[in-house]
């Protein structure tokens, strides 16, 4: 299996853009996490979908942010409009189950995120 | 959800034994007790989980004494590819249950 799929790697863009970042999931997986990084607030979830259905988005940080999961095997998080606050790295995960402890969660390599 | 602590940093030499402990001193009955590492530029892997006692996998060995309060991380013989960010996680095991991960400990291994 080739793992988590993210895209794109890295992006740049201008404050007020709009932002779309992608997420293939491993085949098979019920359970799909978005996960934001900085040195600042360290590694913070901020959504979680179970069947495609979003679960707990209780750490999205405001209405700018969205995320959506049309199927199995594709999601999106969207920001919009975007701000230099932003800036970080994004991961997606997922798992098998519907999370918890015993439900490993595979990470994507992550999306950097630059918001100028 | 159970709060831990561990160490922000630690130095080790290549072919030494790390061992990187984590206190949680209000775990639940119903929370594992699990383990991901970090290497830069990725994202964070699983590693290792336990519920008590000793744990051990071809990466690492996982120590959790009877009160359940701590345990400790242990990698045999580290090399400098052990560099990455250890986080030490505890939630329950049911499904709805989130993880959150804290600090973690950046191990350095020099040559």
């Known amino acids: 299996d080739a793992g988590v799929i993210q895209s794109p790697r890295h992006e740049v863009t201008e404050m007020g853009q709009e932002v779309t970042l992608r997420c293939k999931p491993i085949s098979g997986h019920n359970s799909l996490f978005w996960y934001r990084q900085t040195m600042m607030r360290g590694l913070e979830l901020l959504i979680y979908f179970n069947n495609n259905v979003p679960i707990d988005d209780s750490g999205m940080p405001e209405d700018r942010f969205s995320a959506k999961m049309p199927n199995a095997s594709f999601s999106t998080l969207k920001i919009q409009p975007s701000e230099p606050r932003d800036s970080a790295v994004y991961f997606c995960?997922?798992?098998?189950?519907?999370?918890?402890?015993?439900?490993?969660?595979?990470f994507g390599p992550g999306t950097r995120l630059t918001v100028l | 959800l159970a709060k831990t602590t561990q160490p922000i940093s630690m130095d080790s030499y290549e072919g030494q034994e790390v061992n990187i402990t984590c206190s949680h001193n209000n775990i639940a009955t119903n929370d594992y007790i699990t383990w991901y590492q970090q290497f830069p530029s990725q994202g964070p892997r699983f590693i290792i989980q336990?519920?008590?006692t000793k744990v051990t996998n071809e990466v690492a060995s996982l120590f959790i004494p009877a009160d359940r309060k701590s345990s400790t991380l242990s990698l045999p013989r580290v090399s400098l590819s052990d560099t990455a960010v250890y986080y030490c996680?505890?939630?329950?095991?049911?499904?709805?249950?989130?993880?959150?991960f804290g600090g973690g400990t950046r191990l350095m291994v020099k040559p």
């Open positions: 996680l505890v939630g329950e095991g049911n499904a709805g249950n989130m993880l959150t």
């Open positions: 995960a997922s798992s098998l189950k519907g999370g918890g402890a015993t439900d490993t969660q595979y």
């Open positions: 336990g519920y008590k």
